[in-house]
């Protein structure tokens, strides 16, 4: 059964940091492209970034550029999110996303087959 699970949320401070982790069962998330995505109230789901297994830079939106970053530990079967220097308006539920290959669009939802079930990251002081 293919199954991602996301991990890692919580409530953190303006200025902080955290590491979501997106632990893959049922395939090899090597041989996939992995986005991560984030929803917060009200909105529609927005690409955060993506890695793909033949690219060496993952893709990022402009408004993370320089304070998130995605990596695999493949021995793990687990891509990771880390986000640095956060700030409220990346309060929101993160979801990972896996599809085989490459992400037609990296930021289209629409883009990816399987889905994990989201953490919640709140950034307040």
């Known amino acids: 059964q293919v199954q991602l699970v996301e991990s890692g949320g919580g409530l953190v401070q303006p200025g902080g940091s955290l590491r979501l982790s997106c632990a893959a069962s049922g395939f090899n998330l090597d041989y996939y492209a992995i986005g ?22 993952p893709y990022y939106r402009d408004s993370v550029k ?3 970053t995605i990596f ?15 700030t409220p308006e990346d309060t929101a539920v993160y979801y990972c996303a896996a599809t085989f290959g490459f992400a037609r669009n990296k930021e289209d939802p629409q883009s990816y087959n399987y889905w994990g079930q989201g953490t919640q990251v709140t950034v307040s002081s």
């Not at 695999?72 to 956060?86: D, P, W």
């Open 36 to 57: 991560w995505f984030r929803q917060a109230p009200g909105k529609e789901r927005q690409g955060v970034g993506c890695i793909t297994h033949s690219v060496d830079n």
């Open 66 to 68: 320089g304070r998130f």
């Open 72 to 86: 695999r530990e493949s021995a793990k079967n687990t891509v990771y999110l880390q986000m640095n220097s956060l």
